[in-house]
């Protein structure tokens, strides 16, 4: 994880970020107890409920702003938002393997040195308190995205978590088999050295 510019400073970052450090953790455990004949299909539900919610924050929050701010284009927002759908097929599937994991990291990576250092550098109180507001909605809704914004209509701000895209995080999914890829064995010192990517800094 990564704390150069002092975006942590901002509540809505630093909690943005506890998330991102859990869902790292919780990837990799479902990742290395599927090599072993299938993760628990629980563990995959805990993870898919934290992806969720996760995932309706920043698309009603974080990624909004930034958009309005002109510090994110249309084209970025449907890459980040894409990505989110992929890791959460990738979970719900049978396929999910170390290479998903390093896509999770690598997606991660560019919002805290890209999307977060924008924040806390640009934002105003305003902003901020538009951001938190979307937290704390998501967190009232008692609902979850579970994808990306149907039709990217960010414009209905905070409202938009109402809607449930992609089913509930209690859906049964099953047991999750990995493909084991030798060549991917560095992901693993990645994962226990708190999201330090091998050959990235």
Same mark, same amino acid.
């Not at 970025?76 to 994991?101: I, Y």
């Given at each position: 994880?990564?704390?150069h510019?002092?975006?942590?400073?901002?509540?809505?970052?630093?909690?943005l970020?506890?998330?991102?450090?859990?869902?790292?953790?919780?990837?990799?455990?479902?990742?290395?107890?599927?090599?072993?004949?299938?993760a628990?299909?629980?563990?995959?539900?805990?993870?898919?409920?934290?992806?969720d919610?996760?995932?309706?924050?920043?698309?009603t929050?974080?990624y909004?702003?930034?958009l309005?701010?002109?510090?994110?284009?249309?084209?970025?927002?449907?890459?980040?938002?894409?990505?989110?759908?992929?890791?959460r097929?990738?979970?719900?599937?049978?396929?999910?393997?170390?290479?998903?994991?390093?896509?999770?990291?690598?997606?991660?990576?560019?919002?805290e040195?890209?999307?977060?250092?924008?924040?806390?550098?640009?934002?105003?109180?305003?902003?901020?308190?538009?951001?938190?507001?979307?937290?704390r909605?998501? *967190? %009232?809704? #008692?609902? =979850? @995205?579970?994808?990306?914004?149907?039709?990217? $209509?960010?414009?209905?701000g905070a409202?938009?978590? !109402?809607?449930l895209?992609?089913?509930?995080?209690? *859906? %049964?999914? #099953?047991? =999750? @088999?990995?493909?084991?890829h030798?060549?991917? $064995?560095?992901?693993?010192?990645?994962?226990a050295? !708190?999201?330090?990517?091998?050959?990235?800094?």
């Amino acid at each position: 994880m990564c704390d150069h510019c002092g975006c942590r400073s901002f509540p809505p970052i630093a909690e943005l970020t506890a998330e991102h450090e859990e869902i790292l953790a919780r990837a990799w455990a479902v990742a290395e107890a599927a090599r072993a004949g299938g993760a628990p299909a629980a563990d995959v539900a805990e993870l898919l409920a934290l992806l969720d919610l996760h995932v309706a924050k920043e698309e009603t929050g974080l990624y909004p702003v930034l958009l309005a701010a002109q510090d994110l284009s249309d084209g970025q927002l449907a890459d980040l938002e894409e990505e989110h759908r992929v890791l959460r097929e990738a979970l719900v599937g049978t396929t999910f393997d170390r290479r998903d994991f390093y896509a999770l990291a690598a997606h991660i990576e560019v919002e805290e040195m890209e999307l977060f250092s924008a924040a806390g550098l640009g934002f105003d109180e305003d902003q901020w308190d538009e951001v938190e507001d979307a937290h704390r909605a998501v *967190e %009232a809704s #008692g609902r =979850v @995205a579970g994808g990306p914004t149907r039709g990217h $209509d960010h414009d209905r701000g905070a409202g938009a978590v !109402g809607d449930l895209v992609g089913g509930r995080p209690e *859906e %049964a999914v #099953g047991d =999750v @088999a990995v493909a084991v890829h030798p060549e991917d $064995d560095e992901i693993g010192a990645f994962a226990a050295g !708190g999201g330090q990517q091998p050959g990235r800094r």
